[in-house]
C-alpha cells in the first residue's frame, strides 16, 4: 500500500479520492492554495526554509500583509495536512499530494503566479545561474528521481522541451546505481494524473504522439474502450503506418470492420 494512502482513503477509488481533494484545494483561502501551489512546483518534499524562502521571493505575505516565516508557514502546513492536500515524505518534509500535484501545478499554469514561483524553485536550487527565458544549458545531473521529476517538470510546464532528453540521458549515464527512467514514462505519469485531453495536446509533436501511442498500445493490450484516444488518433496526421496499425486495432475492437478494411488497404497500397 502507498505510504500517502490513509486507512479512511483505501476504500475510495483514485479518481473519486482525486475530485475530493482538488475540490478542497479550491476551497482553501488564498495563502494556502499558494502554499499547495508552490509545493506541487517543489514537487518532492521541501524543507520549510525553503518552501518560506520561495514564498517570500513571490511576494506572497499572510492575510494581515505580514511576510512568511518557518513558524508561520508551519502552522499553515499543519492545517493542510490535516485536509491531506499535503502529506509527509522523506525526512519528515511536506510535499503537495501526489494524486493532485499536476492537477494543482496546471491550475497554477492558467491562472496564477507560475512564473514567479518557477524562478523562486530555481533560485533555490541553482542559486549560481542566470535565467532569462529558456533554461540555462549547463548541465545539472540529477541524483535522485524525485530531483529528476522536479527538473523534468520545470522545463515541460515551461514549454522548453529541448531540455527535456538531456536530463533523462544524464540521469540514466551518471548515476550507477540507480533504475533508469525514460522519457516516455515520465510523460506518461504526468499526462495520467488525471488524462487531460486538452493538456495532452499542448505537447509538441514528438512527445504527444509517443505519448498517445504508449496510451493506446495499453488501452489494447487491457481491452478499454479508450474513445477519447480513438478521437485523438482519428485527428492525427495519417503519415505513419504505426499509427494506422493501432487504428486498425481500435476499429476492429469496436467491430467497425469497413472502418478497418478501408484503413488497411490504404496501408497496403
Same mark, same amino acid.
Given at each position: 500500500?502507498?505510504s500517502?494512502?490513509?486507512?479512511?482513503?483505501?476504500?475510495?477509488?483514485?479518481?473519486?479520492?482525486?475530485?475530493?481533494?482538488?475540490?478542497?484545494?479550491?476551497?482553501?483561502?488564498?495563502?494556502?492554495?499558494?502554499?499547495?501551489?508552490?509545493?506541487?512546483?517543489?514537487?518532492?518534499?521541501?524543507?520549510?526554509?525553503?518552501?518560506?524562502?520561495?514564498?517570500n521571493?513571490?511576494?506572497?505575505?499572510?492575510?494581515?500583509?505580514?511576510?512568511?516565516?518557518?513558524?508561520?508557514?508551519?502552522t499553515?502546513i499543519?492545517?493542510?495536512?490535516?485536509?491531506?492536500?499535503?502529506?509527509?515524505?522523506?525526512?519528515h518534509?511536506?510535499?503537495? @499530494?501526489?494524486?493532485?500535484?499536476?492537477?494543482?501545478?496546471?491550475?497554477?499554469?492558467?491562472?496564477?503566479?507560475?512564473?514567479?514561483?518557477?524562478?523562486?524553485?530555481?533560485n533555490?536550487?541553482?542559486?549560481?545561474?542566470?535565467?532569462?527565458?529558456?533554461?540555462?544549458?549547463?548541465? @545539472?545531473?540529477?541524483?535522485?528521481?524525485?530531483?529528476?521529476?522536479?527538473?523534468?517538470?520545470?522545463?515541460?510546464?515551461?514549454?522548453?522541451?529541448?531540455a527535456?532528453?538531456?536530463?533523462?540521458?544524464?540521469?540514466?549515464?551518471?548515476?550507477?546505481?540507480?533504475?533508469?527512467?525514460?522519457?516516455?514514462?515520465?510523460?506518461?505519469?504526468?499526462?495520467?494524473n488525471?488524462?487531460?485531453?486538452?493538456?495532452?495536446?499542448?505537447?509538441?509533436?514528438?512527445?504527444?504522439?509517443?505519448? &498517445?501511442?504508449?496510451?493506446?498500445?495499453?488501452a489494447?493490450?487491457?481491452?478499454?474502450?479508450?474513445?477519447q &484516444?480513438?478521437?485523438?488518433?482519428?485527428? @492525427?496526421?495519417?503519415?505513419?503506418?504505426?499509427?494506422?496499425?493501432?487504428?486498425?486495432?481500435?476499429? &476492429?475492437?469496436r467491430?467497425?470492420?469497413?472502418?478497418?478494411?478501408?484503413?488497411?488497404?490504404?496501408?497496403?497500397d
Open positions: 500500500m502507498d500517502w494512502i490513509d486507512e479512511d482513503d483505501e476504500l475510495l477509488d483514485f479518481k473519486e479520492l482525486r475530485s475530493q481533494l482538488f475540490t478542497t484545494y479550491q476551497q482553501q483561502t488564498s495563502l494556502r492554495k499558494s502554499i499547495v501551489q508552490l509545493l506541487s512546483i517543489f514537487y518532492g518534499p521541501t524543507s520549510l526554509a525553503n518552501a518560506t524562502t520561495a514564498l521571493y513571490v511576494g506572497i505575505t499572510t492575510k494581515t500583509g505580514k511576510t512568511i516565516t518557518p513558524s508561520s508557514l508551519k499553515q499543519t492545517g493542510l495536512i490535516n485536509d491531506k492536500l499535503l502529506i509527509y515524505g522523506a525526512g518534509l511536506p510535499q503537495c @499530494h501526489p494524486l493532485i500535484v499536476e492537477q494543482v501545478t496546471r491550475d497554477v499554469v492558467q491562472s496564477g503566479p507560475f512564473e514567479p514561483m518557477l524562478q523562486a524553485v530555481r533555490i536550487f541553482h542559486p549560481h545561474r542566470q535565467y532569462s527565458g529558456r533554461v540555462n544549458r549547463i548541465r @545539472h545531473i540529477c541524483r535522485s528521481k524525485d530531483e529528476l521529476y522536479r527538473e523534468a517538470r520545470l522545463a515541460l510546464y515551461e514549454q522548453d522541451y529541448d527535456l532528453p538531456q536530463l533523462f540521458l544524464d540521469y540514466s549515464n551518471y548515476n550507477y546505481y540507480a533504475t533508469p527512467v525514460a522519457l516516455e514514462d515520465f510523460l506518461l505519469d504526468v499526462v495520467n488525471p488524462f487531460d485531453v486538452t493538456w495532452l495536446q499542448r505537447l509538441p509533436a514528438e512527445h504527444y504522439s509517443m505519448v &498517445l501511442k504508449t496510451l493506446l498500445v495499453g489494447t493490450a487491457s481491452l478499454k474502450p479508450a474513445d &484516444l480513438l478521437d485523438l488518433l482519428e485527428n @492525427h496526421p495519417a503519415d505513419s503506418s504505426e499509427f494506422n496499425v493501432l487504428l486498425v486495432e481500435q476499429y &476492429l475492437l467491430n467497425r470492420l469497413t472502418e478497418a478494411e478501408v484503413i488497411l488497404d490504404k496501408t497496403v
